[in-house]
């Protein structure tokens, strides 16, 4: 499990992620191996960052997988665009790196076993197993330490004067509060794109 992050606040996008990662009872901390969440896309509308929770080998999967699709089908700019690209990506996961996509006998759709929040110039995203999107306002967190990263970006989030500022907050409660989630953190940030 983890903590990842998302703020958008006073024209700057910011996401973060802890490093820690965990395979039941063992720590591998970031002393011994990079675990890096967040991973950089570059599309034509600019730079998007991805972090992601779940089981551990969703993460060379996902990286590798979006940086292979053709460029004029990954776009990530909207609720919509970020909703089209992980319909295409779903059968691509399935073909090529054997995603096993049945969670429950009653599930309504197949899923992608991944939650994921994505950073870029023109906001800041959710998506969930369904391929369920969602476009924030303020700030959202995703994995095992997200409820302890909300509290602190809830109550930091009018007083900050950045997103960066927000999302450190709450990477820093997740790693102070859950077990799963471990300093030290990545944190990236990215000018807010004028609304046209």
């Not at 998302?6 to 996008?13: F, R």
């Not at 002393?31 to 779940?54: C, H, L, Q, W």
């Not at 960066?164 to 000018?191: H, M, Q, W, Y």
Request: proline content about 3%; glycine content about 8%.
């Amino acid at each position: 499990m983890t903590t990842v992050v998302v703020v958008k606040k006073a024209g700057q996008i910011a996401i973060a992620a802890d490093t820690l990662v965990t395979f039941g009872d063992t720590m591998l901390s970031k002393r011994y191996e990079d675990n890096t969440k967040i991973f950089r896309v570059d599309t034509d509308g600019g730079p998007s960052y991805i972090g992601m929770a779940g089981t551990v080998a969703h993460f060379p999967v996902l990286r590798k997988a979006m940086s292979s699709m053709p460029r004029e089908i990954l776009h990530l700019g909207s609720k919509d665009e970020v909703f089209d690209t992980f319909t295409k990506l779903h059968p691509y996961l399935k073909d090529n790196f054997f995603l096993q996509t049945k969670e429950e006998d009653s599930d309504p759709y197949e899923s992608s076993q991944f939650s994921v929040v994505i950073a870029n110039a023109s906001g800041i995203y959710g998506l969930y197993s369904y391929r369920e999107v969602f476009e924030f306002k303020e700030f959202w967190g995703i994995g095992s330490g997200r409820s302890f990263a909300l509290g602190a970006m809830h109550s930091i989030y009018n007083k900050a004067k950045t997103a960066r500022e927000v999302a450190e907050a709450g990477i820093t409660a997740g790693c102070e509060f859950d077990r799963n989630s471990a300093l030290p953190f990545d944190v990236f940030t990215v000018k807010m794109r004028e609304s046209k």
